[in-house]
């Protein structure tokens, strides 16, 4: 492959259906490599560093930060960092394959804003608050702390959907995936 690849961002509240949708795509593109970011958060069970994330210590992270390794960065409200290696997209997008970021909303406006016409940020929307809210809920993952505060991040994070490239309701999983598919296709081939 010589061609110079391209960007693809999923955004949408935490349990908006990032995951699900990034699953299907990398088994459905061979094209497309999931961008591994960089933490300070442990792992989770089941998680493994360089294929979820890329575990650090928050010295190891800084350091990077002043080494200008992120493209973008962000400290979350619990001063977890969490950050996309420049060297990771770069590499993959010279290869000319399409990188895929699962990143929130503020490092998507960053990245859209460094790469313009080159990245094409998807917004997935829950059909609503309180579907979202059922669907974190029995994801099971979530303590009764966490999930409010997901909650409360995500109806602030709903208003900045019309700010991406296009706008996905996440209602009925295939039906929403077939757009998905259908937006990351024209996109590829454009
Ligand atoms: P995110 O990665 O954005 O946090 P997930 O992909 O983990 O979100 O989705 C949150 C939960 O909702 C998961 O348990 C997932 O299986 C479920 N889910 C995702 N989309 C749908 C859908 N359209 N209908 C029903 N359940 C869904
Ligand atoms: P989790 O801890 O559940 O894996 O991720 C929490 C949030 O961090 C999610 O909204 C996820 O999209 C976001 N996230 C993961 N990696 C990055 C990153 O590199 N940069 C930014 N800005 N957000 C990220």
């Known amino acids: 492959m010589s061609k110079r690849g391209k960007i693809l961002i999923l955004v949408s509240p935490s349990g908006g ?18 961008s591994v970011s960089a933490t300070t958060r442990p792992p989770r ?48 997008l010279n290869k000319g394959y399409f990188i895929l ?17 080159e990245a094409l940020a998807l917004f997935i929307k829950p059909p609503s608050l309180q579907v979202l809210k059922e669907r974190l809920i029995a994801r099971g993952t979530e303590s009764e702390e966490t999930l409010n505060t997901r909650i409360e991040r995500a109806e602030k994070e709903l208003e900045y959907a019309s700010d991406f490239d296009t706008v ?23």
């Open 101 to 117: 970021l699962d990143i929130d909303v503020l490092g998507a406006k960053n990245v859209k804003e460094l790469y313009g016409d």
């Open 17 to 34: 259906g990032k995951s699900t949708m990034t699953k299907r795509l990398l088994r459905d593109f061979d094209k497309i490599k999931f």
């Open 45 to 92: 069970k089941g998680e493994e560093d360089g294929v979820h994330y890329h575990f650090l210590t928050k010295e190891n992270f800084k350091q990077k930060v002043a080494d200008g390794d992120f493209l973008e960065w962000e400290e979350f409200y619990n001063g977890t960092m969490y950050g996309t290696l420049r060297s990771v997209v770069e590499n993959e």
């Open 168 to 190: 996905i309701v996440n209602d009925d999983l295939e039906t929403a995936y077939n757009q998905i598919k259908e937006t990351v296709s024209n996109f590829i081939n454009s």
